[in-house]
C-alpha cells in the first residue's frame, strides 16, 4: 500500500474523499495510481480529517519511511570497460582514426 492509498483508506472510500474535496473520482483514482497526493491538497485534507476526527498526520503523506525501504546493494556500479590509449593522440581503436578531430586535418 502506497502513501496515497493509506491515506484515501482513513477516510473510507475514494468516493467519499473525492466529495470531501470537491473532485470527480478520477483525482483520487489518479493519486492512487501515482502513489502521492499533491502537496496542495494535503493541509486541506489534514483539517478536514481533524473536522471528521480521523487520525492523520504529516508523515501519512510521506512514501516510505526508513523502515519500510528495501534493502538496496550498496556496491558501487559496473562501469562499461573502455579502450585504453597507449599514447597522446590514441584513441585506443574507439573512435575512427581517419576522420578529422575538431575541425582538424588528419
Known sequence: ???AE???AKFGDPA????IIGKGPSTISYW????MIPAKWQAALMTYAGEM???LSADDFIAARPAQLST???AEPKLPEFPKATHWGDSGGWANSDRPISGKSA
Do not use: D, T, W
Open 16 to 19: 467519499v474523499l473525492a466529495r
Open 32 to 35: 492512487r495510481k501515482v502513489g
Open 6 to 8: 493509506a491515506v484515501i
Open 53 to 55: 476526527s480521523i487520525s
Open 1 to 3: 500500500m502506497n502513501a
Open 72 to 74: 538496496v546493494n550498496s
